[in-house]
Every structure is written in structure tokens, then in C-alpha cells.
DNA sequence: TCTATTGATTAGAGCGCTCTAATCTTGTAA
DNA sequence: TTACAAGATTAGAGCGCTCTAATCAATAGA
């Protein structure tokens, strides 16, 4: 388990450390002869540089930072994928953490990340007080996706959600829906854009908005049904849902079908996310895309600027959502 | 975002940086007194050790790496939250990499996990050659979740496939079915496993096996329903499905139901893995539960085991899956 | 009073690398 | 032949920490 160091590799080679670090950082001035020597050397005795001595003595990290509050959400795993996509491009490594959606998990998490030194962190919808944020962002740089902030220090990568709940409403209402509710995302980072975007869209078509309370997940999608169910008879009922997230959706459309009532003929349903669940044949749901692979790929991006010091004002990507429109929404 | 080091620390405290590094480490032999200014300065100073310095200086590691071929199957985003909660319980980190269940792809970053000199590396279903991972376990202890090995370096982290694939075939026999196909994983390390139980319980039963070659896809569900509608007619055609996964269940009862057939009504269908996507209200697939966090929770204890030096002879922990019993099935 | 003894503290080397500055080689021009 | 520039190589300090062994202080025993 012990494995061969610099030095090693320098004896077999017959040449000095210095010159073996030359090797492997790619320095043009090393003469062929040696080089050839030095990697034949680190070849044979199965050297790779050790990235923490690396990293220590050049003060410089190839590290990066990842907390996400909950894997098991698909959006999150693929921002994720995104994320380590354009880190991998980069050169760069990701250590990974989960906070859990607990603030003080999340403090816990964070402080962990930090103490690698990494080049920068990456927080995937922390929910963590702001305060927080701008501490860890005093020791290196910090990217926000799927939350905002107003600090100068870090830079937030989000989609538009005021745009896509737009998209949503403006897609039914083209397809004649008039009483269209929102199943609101509660107390998600995401929520409130996009309930904003609802409304303002509902009133620029001249209808009411209704907006009930719910929250990201299939369970409270049901429950926010059974309440609409409640409230309405049948003929005052809603035509169309916009949903908070995909899984919202999906559980909308289980109550809905419980009741009797059938998606899309009776009521349409719109999710967002686009998570590979929508796209299954079977839900084949109509919900809106926000595009997570490059959502990663800016965060890594907006990271590495600050890194090298390329940039020092805070950068706010709005993604521009889009969309998809499968088979749970059609004209009334 | 230059952040205080221990000389910084001992400075204000004003005592020797050997005393901050044992009060760091709590250990028993510093005053109180001592202990208290060291963690008061520490404090002030917005001082946590250097991750990376003390991994060097130690010769001892705090890092596991983790590699998964792709976190947008939600059964390996599922262990990964399993292997991060038993890493920070143990006060480890994860450095995470994706392969993309590519074999080149997978040796880079696997060759990159070990870069950092890790305590120990998790290999989730990866599909390198064995050779590539008996390498590596020259080089720290290496766990297999979801693939097997030989190798006497190598721990491994399974469920029992065949005792899962049975457990379904039990479960539909006693419902009545007689005619039940299987839509095979196919190049997934997991499918043999499940096959070959498929194959032992259906021959158990008197009872003739019926292999469609698929994947662990929607889509490939879809494909193995279509191939089998075009070989049987109506009246010969199986009266269960066990899929490959719970993707390959949920493709496949999209094109039953497509092709005019009720599940369960018609068809019974069985999925494995028991996903979030499973346990949704609107999909209520019944399927073969894996122990997701119970592995991950194994992976770590048994990495950690090699670490500690506790054991050097491999452990084969082959986990009991259990059936869940949702909407999907029914008695003929 | 002097020496053990114990517990608390610190000096200093070293982990595996990078980086600056110095040194060693060549080739070339005068 | 000598001087010098340019290129190739290396010595050595240092990154932030740990760890061993040494030192120091305070108490106890003779």
C-alpha cells in the first residue's frame, strides 16, 4: 500500500525531483531525453503524483466543493452529473457532500468542504441563512444554484422561474384553459419565482390566480388535490394545474385519477423540471425544462473565473427554461 | 480569502503550534487553561485545520473516494446518499467521479480518486476489468457495490439477485401466474443474479423460463413488450412480467398499456431495485427491494475495516432483498 | 535538600510536492 | 580562444500540518 514518491522515481530515472516535477507538470523545458526517462521511470514503478502534497505546496487547490441538499431529488443528481462533467473537463475534483435540507447538517457539511481549501464550493439550493454563505464565501470562491442571493461575493446560477411558470400558464391558455391553479412549491428555494411568474402571467391574460399551498413532493401533490377536490364541485373545478415540481405533478395526477377524473381529458397537468421521470413514456408529463447540464457547466464556469481571478463582480445566470410538451395537457 | 494557519493560532494564543495541532486533535494531555485560550484564539481567528496538510503530515487519510457510473439512476444516487451518511458518521469525506459506464472513462477516474492517496475507494457497479480493479487494490482497500469479484484484495456489497428474482417468481406463482417471462438486464453486472434465480425458481415451480433479452431502460422495457406482443398472441402470451429494473418495469407497462392491456388486470408486472420511481402513488410498482442505505452503510464499515487493519481476508455481503408488494400485481 | 516522577509543553524533522534562484551545459559570436 | 546567452538541471526552502523525543515545571519521596 506504500506507494512510490518523487524521489523514487527520480533515482530510477537518474535525475534530480526537480526535474520529475518539471515531467509531470508538462514544463516545456525539459529536454526529450529525460522526459522520456522520467515517464518510462513513473511508468514502470506506477507513480502518480499526490494531489494533496500538489496542492499544498503549489497553494493552489484542484479541488472543488459540492453540497447538495438531497441526491435522491433527480434534478439535484443531475446537476450534479453537470457539475462533474465540467469539472472533470477542467481538471478539477469534486468532493462531495449532503446537507439534507437541515440548516445545521448543512453547517456542518459546509465547514467540511472548507477545510480541504478547496479552489471553490458549490451549493446546490443550500438552505443554510444567508449569513452563512457570505462567511464561506470570505475563504473562497461560491456559487448559488437554485437560490439567490444579494452578496457581491458569490454568483448564483438559477433558471428563470418567472419565465417558465409564464410558459406553462401561456401554453394552456392557448389551449383554451381559463381556470388554471398552481400547486405552490412551499418552502423551496425555487417557489417563490415561480409562483410570481404564475400570477403575473394568469393576470396578464386577464384571469384569477389560484394558488394553492403545497410542496415538492408526490405526497403533498395528492393532498393539494384533495383540497382543490374539496373546495370545488366538479363543474368549478380547475382545468388545468401548473405544478410546483415534476414529483408534485405526479402525485396531482394520481389524485386526480383516483377521483375519477382523467389527465389530460379533464384536467391538464404541467410539472417542472423535466427530470427523467416526465420523460418516462408512461407519465409522458408536460412540464417545463430547466437545463441542468449546463446549469452545472456555468457554476463550474462562474467558479473558475473567480478563481483565476479573472472577474471580482458577482455574475447572476438566469437560465432560460423551456417548454416540453408531452401528453398531460391539451385543449379543453 | 488567505485563511489562518496554526502559527497563526499559536501566535495568539501564545503558545507552541505543537500545542494547538494536540488541541485540534483533543487530546487529553493540554491544561484547560492551555486548551481554552488555544480554542478561544482558534475562534477568533476563524481557524480550521488544513484537511490536506494534516492527511500528509499524518500519513493517514480522511478521504474515500467514490466512483458511480451514473448518478441519474436513482438506485446509485440512492447509495451514494447511504455511503456519504456512514462517511460523515465516521468523519470521513467522499471525492466523488463519475464514469459514465464507460471503460476508459472509468480508469481515468479511477486513476484520479487515487491521486489523493484515499483511506479506501468504492466502486459502484463499475465496469472496468477486473484486472483495473485489482491494480487498484494495490493501492487502498477497494469495495465493489453492485459487481462481484474474486479477487481476495476486494470486498464486495451485493444484493442476493437470485433470491430477489425468486422471491418474485414465488410471489406471482402464488398468484396464480404460470406463464412468466423475464426481461433480462442484459449487459448490467446485476443481470445474471437475477436470471439465473428467475430461471431456478421458475424451473422450482415446474415451470418453463421465458428470457427477453433487454436493459435497464424505459425504452428497452418497451422494445422487450413489443418483441413479446409480436411472438404470442393474445391467449399465449405471459401473464407476468419481471423486469430487469424498475425503469425497464415502468417502459414496459407503458407499452402493455398502449397495446391495450390493463396492468395488472391483464398483465402482472414486477420491477427490482424498489426506486422513488416505485414507490410513487401513480406508478405503485410492485419490486424487489435492495437495502440502498444498508449498502452503502456495509461499503464504508467494510473499507474502514481494511483501513483499521481489522481484517485482511475479503467479506462477501450478499444482502437480502424483500419483496414490495404494490399495485402492479394481481392474482390471475 | 536533592532526585525521581509525572504531566504539560515545545523543538525540530519530515510528509510529498512546488518554486525560486542558482548552477551547469551547450552553442555561438567576437 | 573567450565570453555570454539560452536552455537544461538542481539545490534548498517551504506549504501546513503531525509526531517523536526532548525539555520544562511541579510535586513527591527519601
Do not use: W
Not at 33 to 48: D, F, P, W
Not at 141 to 161: C, F, K, Q, W, Y
Not at 163 to 189: C, N, P, Q, Y
Amino acid at each position: 500500500m506504500v506507494r512510490p514518491t518523487m524521489e523514487d522515481v527520480a533515482a530510477k530515472a537518474g535525475v534530480s525531483r526537480a526535474l520529475v516535477s518539471l515531467v509531470m507538470r508538462n514544463s516545456p523545458k525539459v529536454s526529450d531525453q529525460r522526459r522520456t526517462a522520467v515517464l518510462e521511470a513513473a511508468r514502470e514503478l506506477g507513480y502518480e503524483p499526490h494531489v494533496m502534497a500538489r496542492a499544498l505546496a503549489s497553494r493552489t487547490s484542484t479541488v472543488l466543493g459540492v453540497m447538495v441538499s438531497d441526491l435522491r431529488n433527480a434534478f439535484f443528481a443531475e446537476v450534479v452529473e453537470g457539475l462533474d462533467a465540467a469539472a472533470q473537463a477542467a481538471g478539477f475534483d469534486l468532493i462531495l457532500n449532503t446537507g439534507g435540507r437541515s440548516p445545521s447538517r448543512e453547517r456542518a457539511a459546509l465547514r467540511s468542504l472548507l477545510s480541504f481549501r478547496p479552489a471553490g464550493v458549490v451549493l446546490l439550493s443550500p438552505v443554510v441563512p444567508a449569513s452563512a454563505i457570505e462567511d464561506a464565501a470570505r475563504q473562497c470562491p461560491i456559487v448559488l444554484v437554485s437560490r439567490t442571493s444579494r452578496a457581491s461575493t458569490v454568483d448564483t446560477v438559477n433558471d428563470d422561474g418567472e419565465a417558465g411558470a409564464a410558459l406553462a400558464v401561456d401554453h394552456l391558455v392557448e389551449l383554451g384553459h381559463r381556470r388554471i391553479a398552481h400547486l405552490d412549491g412551499g418552502g423551496a428555494a425555487t417557489s417563490a419565482a415561480r409562483r410570481k411568474g404564475y400570477q403575473q402571467a394568469m393576470r396578464g391574460h386577464g384571469l384569477e390566480p389560484l394558488v394553492v399551498r403545497s410542496e415538492h413532493t408526490d405526497h403533498a401533490g395528492e393532498k393539494a388535490v384533495h383540497e382543490l377536490l374539496g373546495s370545488y364541485d366538479r363543474a368549478g373545478l380547475p382545468t388545468a394545474l401548473l405544478a410546483g415540481n415534476d414529483f408534485n405533478a405526479v402525485g396531482a395526477i394520481s389524485a386526480l385519477e383516483e377521483a375519477g377524473l382523467r389527465v389530460p381529458e379533464d384536467v391538464s397537468v404541467v410539472g417542472y423540471d423535466n427530470t427523467s421521470l416526465a420523460a418516462l413514456r408512461h407519465l409522458s408529463l408536460t412540464t417545463v425544462d430547466q437545463p441542468r447540464t449546463e446549469m452545472g457547466r456555468l457554476a463550474i464556469e462562474a467558479l473558475l473565473e473567480r478563481v483565476r481571478g479573472e472577474r471580482t463582480e458577482p455574475v447572476r445566470h438566469l437560465l432560460h427554461p423551456s417548454l416540453v410538451v408531452r401528453s398531460t395537457t391539451i385543449a379543453v
